[in-house]
């Protein structure tokens, strides 16, 4: 195949490019132009309130900029949702490097290339799937966020340098603190949430042993210090436990979150759906409901406590996983208005639950699943909506 260059596009920029300009010059809308959060904001609705570009004018937007990444194609996808802060756009590339761009003009401020090892000067290679960054700030330090190989780099917003108090010298290795040896591959494929001090992280890792367990973990923002753990295969003493074989916690893997997470900031919790437990197709060595694989879990965000969870299906052996991030709305039940969470599945449905209490706004039944001829198989129940 002939060596490609990505040509990163920015739409939000490119093409809305009046939008952004305003910004300096319509002060009163600063807060409603930025859009700071993958996916638009925490709740992960994916709406913004410009009203500058409709259905009337839409046909009469020109390109204003676009940006060539120079990225030579290396079998990495783009899959990055790019966020504004300020006017500035922050986004990855195909090689997984940060930028930062001016969102009126497209010119580069800062490129971070994680793939090169700054302090021997040697470039070390690099590709995978990225999702985005995220911004985080407490009024006087800001930063960037992000994700590349195993680890969660802390970025300078005006340099875009590894922040060297952050953590060893401006990144954590993400494989620390799992409690496996050796030490399995992880990836952070999808932004961290941002909440007060704290940045709460998912991964992505194999879905075949030997894999890493998929721990939902909370480091200082500025430090890098682990503050709380949350153990998605449950070890001795904790909640779902018994739902696995009992050594299952020293073995098994996954029941990750690689798809993203949501935050209702103003409650403090956060929602994080998980994939399925490795081996994806195959369950004999953790026969059981396997809690919390495939399931939307929600945590209040600044100690990791469990706030209530909903599997979607026991013991996945179809790696059914949940694979989206969830939206947070407000939906109108039973004539009053219900702030829910709305978790789409691989399944075709959509479910639905009060964000406070988890109870499901519409109905949900259990179904047997077909038995399964493997020897030592067993194939229990998957929910559906009605």
Known sequence: ?????????????????????????????????????????????????????????VKDLQVAWTFDAKDSFNGSEIECNPIV????????????????????????????????????????GGKGRNRGVTYWSDGKNKRIFAGANQYLYSLDTETGRPVEAFADG???D???GLGRKPLNWIQLTSPVVAYKDLVIVGSSMGEA?????????????????????????PHPGEFGYDTWPKDAWKYSGSANNWAGMSLDRERGLVFIPLGSAVSDFYGANRVGDDLFANSLLVLKADSGERVWHFQTVHHDIWDRDLPTAPTLVTIKH????????????KTGFVYVFDRQTG????????????????????????SRCR
């Open 1 to 57: 195949m002939n060596r490609l260059r990505i040509c990163v596009v920015l739409v939000a920029a490119a093409l809305a490019g009046w939008a952004l300009r305003s910004h300096s010059t319509h002060a009163a809308e600063a807060d409603h132009q930025d859009w700071p959060v993958t996916g638009g904001n925490s709740a992960n609705n994916h709406y913004s309130s410009l009203a500058q570009i409709n259905r009337d004018n």
């Open 85 to 124: 802060v300020d006017g500035v756009l922050y986004a990855t590339t195909a090689r997984v490097n940060v930028i930062a761009l001016d969102g009126a003009t497209g010119k580069l401020r800062w490129r971070f290339d994680p793939n090169t090892n700054h302090k021997i000067g040697a470039y070390i």
């Open 170 to 172: 401006g990144k954590i």
């Open 174 to 176: 993400l494989r620390d």
């Open 209 to 233: 042993m030997p894999a890493s367990p998929g721990d939902i973990r909370a480091f200082d923002a500025l430090t890098g210090k682990l503050r709380w753990t949350f153990h998605t295969i």
């Open 334 to 345: 039973d004539g009053k208005d219900v702030d829910a969470v709305a978790q789409p599945t």
């Open 359 to 382: 109870a499901p706004l519409f109905p949900v039944e259990e179904q047997k699943a077909p038995a399964s001829d493997l020897e030592g198989e067993v194939t229990l129940q998957l």
